[in-house]
């Protein structure tokens, strides 16, 4: 058949299928060496978080003080933070720890009862196959947590390597992040310059803007649903908001997740209506922090659809375990940033090659 004879719509889907096959075979190249040297990406992509929370406060105490010393107050006040909160949060774990796994014990107990004489109606064979099922799901979770990223960096060598690139990087990052893009760009193509300029910037405001908000985010959930036990009278309360809050560091799932340990509590001390009323909470809060909160907080930061955030969860915790899952959405969305941005669909930044480019230079 000769080229004249082939239809336009066949044409375009082999042009189109072609060219998705290079796309694929150039991330897979990428992803060979990226694994090849996955320590230092992992220390670097870290750094890249904590410059995210730390270069606000750092800019603030700029006005007034020296670069270098507006850097080092800046990680002390961040590290003070981290500190204070984590130790909030295991205090409370420690404190209720016993109490809380009693509880979560007398309630999985209730829903055993219930599954076999309530309208389910297993018997002790089911019983046990559905538990036997469960304890494997659940060890498979447990596996998955800790995850390729903890074997790569598994070696007392390679945790050093990895360290003193996380430290490095967070320090240069902060001091010289103009001259760091500056100097990466400039390996660029003149005629492709700008646009992998705009497409590295729109894919550090989203990371940014995600590392940033979800702290607040997680915040609000714990609070909210402390306050929201403390109606309901559910014991233990701080120790399951400080599990609120760990678990909405994992958008969407991650508080929902977390709150159905609050259920089973409240199923134990206080009933099934109180329970059935942590669940509504839940959808309460949920609802809230994806209707107000993120968009309020994250803006455009992070403009992804629940099902996407929950695909790329899902993709990322197969992929790296629990520290895929928590990565995987601000990196799904400062790719989805950047695909707009090539595709001409992001009004903010504006895709126009022919007005911006000289493609002879």
Same mark, same amino acid.
């Given at each position: 058949?000769?080229?004249?004879?082939?239809?336009?719509?066949?044409?375009?889907?082999?042009?189109?299928?072609?060219?998705?096959?290079?796309?694929?075979?150039?991330?897979?190249?990428?992803?060979?060496?990226?694994?090849?040297?996955?320590?230092?990406?992992?220390?670097?992509?870290?750094?890249?978080?904590?410059?995210?929370?730390?270069?606000?406060?750092?800019?603030?105490?700029?006005?007034?003080?020296?670069?270098?010393?507006?850097?080092?107050?800046?990680?002390?006040?961040?590290?003070?933070?981290?500190?204070?909160?984590?130790?909030?949060?295991?205090?409370?774990?420690?404190?209720?720890?016993?109490?809380?796994?009693?509880?979560?014990?007398?309630?999985?107990?209730?829903?055993?009862?219930?599954?076999?004489?309530?309208?389910?109606?297993?018997?002790?064979?089911?019983?046990?196959?559905?538990?036997?099922?469960?304890?494997?799901?659940?060890?498979?979770?447990?596996?998955?947590?800790?995850?390729?990223?903890?074997?790569?960096?598994?070696?007392?060598?390679?945790?050093?390597?990895?360290?003193?690139?996380?430290?490095?990087?967070?320090?240069?990052?902060?001091?010289?992040?103009?001259?760091?893009?500056?100097?990466?760009?400039?390996?660029?193509?003149?005629?492709?310059?700008?646009?992998?300029?705009?497409?590295?910037?729109?894919?550090?405001?989203?990371?940014?803007?995600?590392?940033?908000?979800?702290?607040?985010?997680?915040?609000?959930?714990?609070?909210?649903?402390?306050?929201?036990?403390?109606?309901?009278?559910? &014991?233990? $309360?701080?120790?399951? %908001? =400080? !599990? @609120?809050? +760990?678990?909405?560091?994992? #958008? /969407?799932?991650?508080? &929902?997740? $977390?709150?159905?340990? %609050? =259920? !089973? @509590?409240? +199923?134990?001390?206080?009933? #099934? /209506?109180?329970?059935?009323?942590?669940?509504?909470?839940?959808?309460? !809060?949920?609802?809230?922090?994806?209707?107000?909160?993120?968009?309020?907080?994250?803006?455009?930061?992070?403009?992804?659809?629940?099902?996407?955030?929950?695909?790329?969860?899902?993709?990322?915790?197969?992929?790296?375990?629990?520290?895929?899952?928590?990565?995987?959405?601000?990196?799904?969305?400062?790719?989805?940033?950047?695909?707009?941005?090539?595709?001409?669909?992001?009004?903010?930044?504006?895709?126009?090659?022919?007005?911006?480019?000289?493609?002879?230079?």
């Amino acid at each position: 058949m000769s080229q004249e004879n082939v239809p336009d719509l066949l044409r375009t889907l082999a042009g189109f299928t072609w060219r998705l096959l290079v796309i694929i075979a150039g991330i897979g190249f990428i992803l060979f060496i990226v694994n090849g040297i996955f320590p230092v990406v992992f220390a670097l992509f870290f750094a890249m978080l904590v410059t995210a929370w730390t270069s606000p406060v750092m800019n603030l105490y700029n006005k007034l003080l020296p670069k270098v010393i507006s850097m080092i107050l800046a990680l002390l006040t961040i590290m003070t933070l981290i500190v204070v909160i984590l130790g909030v949060v295991v205090r409370s774990s420690i404190a209720e720890g016993p109490k809380l796994a009693e509880s979560i014990t007398a309630g999985i107990a209730d829903i055993e009862i219930w599954l076999k004489t309530g309208p389910p109606g297993l018997t002790d064979a089911q019983f046990s196959s559905l538990l036997g099922e469960v304890q494997t799901w659940g060890t498979n979770i447990a596996k998955g947590l800790a995850g390729d990223a903890f074997g790569a960096l598994g070696s007392i060598g390679t945790l050093i390597i990895a360290a003193s690139v996380f430290i490095f990087g967070v320090i240069f990052f902060l001091m010289s992040p103009q001259q760091i893009w500056g100097w990466v760009t400039g390996w660029i193509p003149a005629n492709l310059r700008e646009h992998v300029d705009v497409s590295g910037r729109i894919a550090w405001d989203s990371i940014a803007g995600y590392t940033r908000g979800i702290v607040v985010i997680a915040f609000m959930d714990a609070v909210l649903v402390y306050i929201g036990l403390l109606i309901l009278q559910v &014991p233990l $309360a701080p120790a399951l %908001a =400080a !599990v @609120v809050f +760990l678990g909405a560091f994992i #958008p /969407v799932i991650g508080a &929902p997740i $977390a709150t159905f340990f %609050a =259920a !089973v @509590v409240a +199923l134990a001390e206080n009933g #099934p /209506v109180t329970a059935l009323l942590v669940v509504l909470l839940t959808i309460v !809060v949920g609802s809230f922090d994806g209707d107000v909160m993120q968009p309020l907080v994250m803006g455009k930061a992070v403009n992804l659809h629940p099902m996407a955030i929950v695909i790329a969860i899902a993709a990322g915790s197969i992929a790296l375990g629990i520290v895929g899952a928590l990565i995987a959405v601000p990196i799904a969305g400062a790719i989805y940033g950047v695909a707009k941005y090539i595709t001409g669909r992001d009004p903010d930044n504006p895709y126009t090659p022919t007005a911006r480019f000289d493609t002879a230079s």
